[in-house]
């Protein structure tokens, strides 16, 4: 049976990120706009794929008129640090999870939905996560639209301010755990050091973003899995329920 104890949880901590996924949607939207794309024909992509970058890229492309097999190719490299994710969390789920769950966890995995699965207690119940993806997914597919609606009619300014929402959202995914964990604390810390001297140091200027992410996260999670192994894994709560 569907835990909806689990299922409210979801969708009461998706409303922060279908909120903060609204007003970075709304500006992707105006690149999809610029590239030529319908509200309707926008609203579809972030419906099938909710990947800023992803989908940036692939607007990008597609008004400078690159083929289908370019815009794959760049967006699977630009969406690449979620198979990492997809490794991880799938060590937070119960063993005998069937295997359409982790298929369907798989296919909407973004760094918020991922942030608040991971930080549950015990193995993840997959119910959990699909009731943030029921507001998440829509707040991005209809900032999308909006954004595409709304051209560019907004000043530039006041739609960059908007996405300033979706980093204190991820403030707000690692700073619990990380006042309980002060090893979680300074991987923390280093990951974002790391970060900045990279964006800045001639040496790693050409390589893109999402592969210096992919990078740094199993340089800065190899090591720390080295150097403090957890001994076991999470037992699970007795809330945590796995769905039939």
Same mark, same amino acid.
């Given at each position: 049976?569907?835990?909806?104890?689990?299922?409210?949880?979801?969708?009461?901590? $998706?409303?922060?990120?279908?909120?903060?996924?609204?007003?970075?949607?709304?500006?992707?939207?105006?690149?999809? /706009?610029?590239?030529?794309?319908?509200?309707?024909?926008?609203?579809?992509?972030?419906?099938?794929?909710?990947? +800023?970058? $992803?989908?940036?890229?692939?607007? *990008?492309?597609?008004?400078?008129?690159?083929?289908?097999?370019?815009?794959?190719?760049?967006?699977?490299?630009?969406?690449?640090? =979620?198979?990492?994710? +997809?490794?991880?969390?799938?060590?937070?789920?119960?063993?005998?999870?069937?295997?359409?769950? /982790?298929?369907? &966890?798989?296919?909407?995995?973004?760094?918020?939905?991922? $942030?608040?699965?991971?930080?549950?207690?015990?193995?993840?119940?997959?119910?959990? *996560? =699909?009731?943030?993806?029921?507001?998440?997914?829509?707040?991005?597919?209809?900032?999308?639209?909006?954004?595409?609606?709304?051209?560019?009619?907004?000043?530039?300014?006041?739609?960059?301010?908007?996405?300033?929402?979706?980093?204190?959202?991820?403030?707000?995914?690692?700073?619990?755990?990380?006042?309980?964990?002060?090893?979680?604390?300074?991987?923390?810390?280093?990951?974002?050091?790391?970060?900045?001297?990279?964006?800045?140091?001639? &040496?790693?200027?050409?390589?893109?973003?999402? *592969?210096?992410?992919?990078?740094?996260?199993?340089?800065?999670? $190899?090591?720390?899995?080295?150097?403090?192994?957890?001994?076991? /894994?999470?037992?699970?709560?007795?809330?945590?329920?796995?769905?039939?």
């Amino acid at each position: 049976m569907i835990n909806t104890h689990q299922f409210r949880e979801g969708l009461r901590d $998706g409303i922060p990120i279908a909120s903060g996924y609204f007003a970075v949607a709304f500006s992707l939207g105006i690149a999809a /706009r610029n590239a030529g794309l319908t509200p309707l024909q926008g609203f579809l992509a972030s419906l099938l794929n909710n990947a +800023s970058a $992803g989908e940036y890229i692939g607007f *990008t492309m597609i008004a400078a008129g690159a083929s289908l097999a370019e815009i794959a190719l760049l967006t699977i490299i630009a969406n690449a640090r =979620y198979l990492l994710m +997809s490794c991880a969390l799938s060590q937070k789920l119960a063993p005998d999870t069937p295997l359409r769950h /982790r298929i369907l &966890l798989g296919f909407d995995l973004t760094d918020e939905l991922f $942030g608040i699965s991971i930080a549950r207690k015990g193995f993840l119940n997959p119910v959990y *996560t =699909y009731g943030a993806m029921c507001v998440a997914i829509p707040g991005w597919s209809i900032g999308t639209y909006c954004g595409i609606v709304a051209g560019n009619v907004l000043p530039v300014r006041i739609v960059s301010a908007l996405s300033v929402a979706l980093y204190g959202m991820f403030l707000a995914i690692i700073i619990p755990p990380a006042k309980s964990n002060r090893i979680l604390a300074a991987c923390i810390a280093f990951s974002f050091a790391a970060s900045f001297a990279a964006a800045r140091l001639p &040496l790693f200027t050409s390589i893109s973003s999402g *592969t210096m992410t992919i990078l740094l996260t199993i340089a800065i999670a $190899g090591a720390a899995a080295l150097l403090f192994p957890i001994d076991s /894994r999470p037992r699970p709560d007795k809330t945590e329920e796995n769905p039939s």
